[in-house]
């Protein structure tokens, strides 16, 4: 594992640092406080969803009060945290819950706390779906609960707890510790690895072969294992073993929301980066000064406003969106090199919102009221993912007009739109039906590409993370290295790209 801190990038940064020193050879050493404002850099963000109001925020810790930050938004802050309202009331459409372990967006929760409300979700009935009814459901009551589950899966779920907490957990936090010293990637494999060796090999292999591996029985893998990638990112098993770990860990109990929507977040992190908001979609971006050998460059971004195209330029560009799966594709011209060699195809999604209520010969129920908050399926052909009974996300909204009594507000996720008839049997009697299409997550599988975190010189992408796996706090997490890693840049902090500092995590390294 070493080995592989001390090769390419080590020498690199070496020979970039020297080739810096020697031509600014005096203008380390008379910086006046005026020069000092003059190498503030100018910097531009596009996309204000939690990766964008995210990295403004942590780049304004790092770069202090006077740095000049932008960010482009082409739709509403927040991005894929976004709410819908039915009948007065608003649901969460994208990103729902967050998780206990989630620290930086505990972190925010409680920096925000004046304007941040926790929402606690407490575990619910949960029932699975098979080929054409309920196979398992969980009881209102513990005891049953536990009897059931050890009758059906033996120990399994004792087995994938204990995986989480001791394999999964402990390796996952050595990145808050990598980060809190000021450590950055250029690389999502260098990320990965830094957590341990096995988390970088967890996205060569499928969460299926990753969980039989660790002792878990087939059936659990393909029923909780399959509902789980198939409720969290519309796919099976056959995902990479990271981001089916990151989906396992979200089965786990302690979730919980934002009071107002999650978008909130990122409201409150725009606020507390004191970043100007240019509302505005983001066309071309251009390499206009490439100064060789110094890593100087500047970037102009054009963007239309109004109808008009404006254009603007910056030291250092964050992409705090993804490059693929966006309507808002970008240009990229004048780059000696192509900026995006890789391909990171997304999964479409399809949430459904209805006011109504359950089929219930379909799901061979005696009473639509038998039916449990919370249905995952199994299967790869059955037409829909999961269905979910939904709470408000503000408890000051009031209904606009009253629905029947047994009428309830039901998200259903599927990988396409449903026909009307496929429609009628999840639902015999509805209102409201809305649609939301996301571009939603990557398409996951073992060995796919992982994009880089550095497409040029001060050039950065935040989203290359989503290769590991999408959620909030993963995209935060990789906000933080792209603001670590632009910062290190920047000051000629290279000692702090790509390098362990082996002291300080040799003790926790010894259980490798
Ligand atoms: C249906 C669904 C459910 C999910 N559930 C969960 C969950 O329960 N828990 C969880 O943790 N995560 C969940 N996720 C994942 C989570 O939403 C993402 O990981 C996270 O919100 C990504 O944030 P982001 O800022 O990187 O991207 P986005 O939120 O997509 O933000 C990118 C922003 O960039 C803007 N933009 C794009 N192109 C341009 C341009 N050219 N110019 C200007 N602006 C541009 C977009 O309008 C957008 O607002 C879910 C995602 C989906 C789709
Ligand atoms: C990588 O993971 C796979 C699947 O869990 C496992 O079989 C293999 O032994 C692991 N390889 C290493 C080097 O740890
Ligand atoms: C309810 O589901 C059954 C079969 O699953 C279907 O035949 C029936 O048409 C559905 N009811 C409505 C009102 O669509």
Known sequence: MAASWFSGQYVLSVVVLFLLLSSFPSSFDKVSCTEEDEMLPRIGIIGAGLSGTS??????????????????????????AAVININGLNYEAGASVIHKNNHYLVEFSQAFRKNTVRLSHSPGMVGLYGTDDILFQTSDWLAITLAKLVWR???????IQSWTKNHIFPKFDRIYKFQDQGLSFTTVEDLLGA???????MTKHSIKDVLLDAGLSQRFVDEFGMAAMRNNYGQTTDVHGFVGAVSMAGVEPGLWSVEGGNQRIAENLLWGSKATLVEAKVSTVALIKDELGTGSVSYEVEYEQSGKTNSREYDILILAMPL????NEINFVD?????TPFSQPFHKIVTMFVQGRINKTTFGLNSADDFPPDLFTINRDTFFNSIGKQSPVDSHQKPEKSPPSDYAVWKTFLNQVP????????FDKYED??????????EYKPNMDLPPFMLYD???YVNAIESAAAAMEMNVIGSKNVALLAFNQWQGNFDKIDELHLPSVSNDKSDL
Do not use: C
Not at 153 to 159: A, K, P, Q, R, S
Not at 324 to 327: D, I, S
Not at 419 to 426: A, T, W
């Open 433 to 442: 039906l809305r649609f939301v299409d996301w571009m939603a997550y990557p």
């Open 55 to 80: 990295s403004a925020y942590f780049l304004r810790q790092l770069f202090g009060k006077k740095a000049t930050i932008d960010i482009f938004e082409a739709g509403k802050v927040g991005g894929r």
């Open 195 to 201: 957590m341990g060796e096995d988390m970088l090999n």
């Open 153 to 159: 899966y033996g120990t399994d779920f004792y087995n």
């Open 458 to 460: 001060r050039l950065y």
């Open 419 to 426: 026909s009307e008839e496929q429609v009628g049997k999840l």
């Open 324 to 327: 693929e799966g966006t309507k």
């Open 335 to 339: 780059f000696p090199v192509k900026v």
